[in-house]
T-cell receptor, first 116, second 113 residues
Framework: DSGVTQTPKHLITATGQRVTLRCSPR?????VYWYQQSLDQGLQFLIQ???????AKGNILERFSAQQFPDLHSELNLSSLELGDSALYFC???????????????FGPGTRLTVL | AQSVSQHNHHVILSEAASLELGCNYS??????LFWYVQYPGQHLQLLLK??????LVKGIKGFEAEFIKSKFSFNLRKPSVQWSDTAEYFC???????????FGTGTRLTIIP
């Protein structure tokens, strides 16, 4: 158990819908990262938040957005869902913000999203 | 931008065989290197990491990796694999000071009892 929690574990929805994935980082970690794992794209970095502020952006679609709340949990919002958005969405946390030698990212169990 | 190549897509070994999984990265600056493992149905777990110092890094479960800067490589090794090592293995890199991880496509390892 990495200490990172994600809910829900599974999500099944229809095209065009909107969903919210939730992540709670390890206690004390300030950074949250979101990754998408799909069969055709592999593991791809989406976005990073550090202490409530967006820190880095990767291959995140405009239909997707994220935020980190004062209690440091994060939500990833996916809207206008398409079949191709079906994937495993991982959240990771670390206690660093990128200013010094980096620390390790600890991954949560993931949310499996199926878009029908 | 950095990139990572894992040339072995699927490796099948018998128990007690030795393992070496290749990982090459592309980036001109200082990097941090990681190997993660994903057991069937589970999340990513860190096997080992390299930041600096001794290029031979030992991780959990008997795994080790060697950073060869001149070859831009960070190959994962284990002298004697077990059936429980069946999993997908991901090499990852981030640039020093940038925490975004870039992953390779993964290597699926199947151990035959």
């Amino acid at each position: 158990d990495s200490g990172v929690t994600q809910t829900p574990k599974h999500l099944i929805t229809a095209t065009g819908q909107r969903v919210t994935l939730r992540c709670s980082p390890r206690s004390g970690d300030l950074s949250v990262y979101w990754y998408q794992q799909s069969l055709d794209q592999g593991l791809q970095f989406l976005i990073q938040y550090y202490n409530g502020e967006e820190r880095a952006k990767g291959n995140i679609l405009e239909r997707f957005s994220a935020q980190q709340f004062p209690d440091l949990h994060s939500e990833l919002n996916l809207s206008s869902l398409e079949l191709g958005d079906s994937a495993l969405y991982f959240c990771a946390s670390s206690d660093r913000g990128g200013a010094l030698p980096t620390d390790t990212q600890y991954f949560g169990p993931g949310t499996r999203l199926t878009v029908l | 931008a950095q990139s990572v190549s894992q040339h072995n897509h699927h490796v099948i070994l018998s128990e007690a065989a030795s393992l070496e999984l290749g990982c090459n990265y592309s980036y001109g600056g200082t990097v941090n290197l990681f190997w993660y493992v994903q057991y069937p149905g589970q999340h990513l777990q860190l096997l080992l990491k390299y930041f600096s110092g001794d290029p031979l890094v030992k991780g959990i479960k008997g795994f080790e990796a060697e950073f060869i800067k001149s070859k831009f490589s960070f190959n994962l090794r284990k002298p004697s694999v077990q059936w429980s090592d069946t999993a997908e293995y991901f090499c990852a890199v981030n640039a020093f000071g940038n925490e975004k991880l870039t992953f390779g496509t993964g290597t699926r390892l199947t151990i035959i009892p």
